[in-house]
């Protein structure tokens, strides 16, 4: 089977592809510095990046699936930490407002988002609840006509820089994770905290932060859904979400891979080009073999998503995989490089320290074979 793309979403590969070369490629550095790429996102606003598959009506390029994932593979390729913070933004930080919002939700706030004015994210993950997100202790009390909330978030992407906030709270800690309720924060609600930046690994330049929440006033028109509603609105999303994930995984691994075959076509040892040994060449064989998977896993996903079909499994398969491609392919073109390879003069040890997360966050590996396990044998 071919992977075949419409005219559409060629163009829109074609388009993020120069983008990437031309507006993030020179904003590498500063990224690798620590510094937020608002400039980058203002720009993706302007070219209907941050709203690609919101509809028309809500202010978005009204496109398909396969067209985020093709915008978010070119992204990755280039910066692990854009392809990021364009998946949090859409389809955890967009899309729950998007398929569980009321109209005046919808029309307060997706046409902000789609176009990059407002930037989301998602606030599942907390200090003692990460892949028992069902166990979260943020609690939201109703009161007339709002909710106080009190607790504290971990590990969210965009956060702090996020002006909306999916936020996941108990409004009933005797239902378990049926008594989970999610709620639309605006960053500035009196009691809204920003904590520490995490000095991470890799993904310099994208914001991961702790969370506090002190007697934070939401209106009762901030609610998402009913009460009880917020475990399945935040894994319906993450459903999807995770194809996003598995899409920068991806990017990351061709990177790698593609920086490993000009580097060992070049190198010359022993009279000869380093590609040219067998030990080198079954590394890329291997890898160009991972890679090709990946892809067809992460496509098909999306695929099922465009045609309407469940695509849970499929998700997280596209994760799993793409994302253990990503840890290893990266790994072997280090050593691909060998010496150069451990330098910051090469693009490939980033590629390394940003892969890693991919089997972390939005569910670990360890996640991922659990929803897999559940689907196969249900
Ligand atoms: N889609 C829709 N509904 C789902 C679902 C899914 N994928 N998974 C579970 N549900 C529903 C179930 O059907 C069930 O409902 P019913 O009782 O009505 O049937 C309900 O939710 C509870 O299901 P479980 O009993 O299976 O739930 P659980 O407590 O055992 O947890 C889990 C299941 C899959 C382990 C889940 O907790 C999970 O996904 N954990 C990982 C959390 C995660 O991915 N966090 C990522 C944070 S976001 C992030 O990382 C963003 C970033 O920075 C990049």
Redesign the pocket.
Known sequence: MELKFTEEQLMMRNMVRDFAKTEIEPFIDRMEQGEFPREIIRKMGELGLMGITVPEEYGGSGMDFTSYVLAINELSKVSAVVG?ILS?HTS?GTNPILYFGNEEQKNKYIPKLATGEYLGA?C??EPSAG????ALKTKAVKKDDHYVLNGSKV?I?NGGEADVNIVFASTDSSQG?KGITAFIVEKDTPGFIVGKDEEKMGLHGSRTVQLTFEDMKIPVANRLGEEGDG??IA??N??TGRIG?ATQALGIAEAAFEAAIAYSKERIQFGKPIAANQGVGFKLADMGTAVEAAKLLVYRAASLRDQGLPC?KEASMAKLFASKTAVEVAIEAVQVFGGYGYTEDYPVERYFRDAKVTEI???TSE?QR??ISKHITN
Do not use: C, H, Q, R
């Open positions: 990021v949090v955890v998602f599942l993950t892949s028992d997100a069902g590990f992407t994770s475990f399945k894994m319906a993450l459903n994930i849970g966050y939005e569910g996640i659990i929803v």
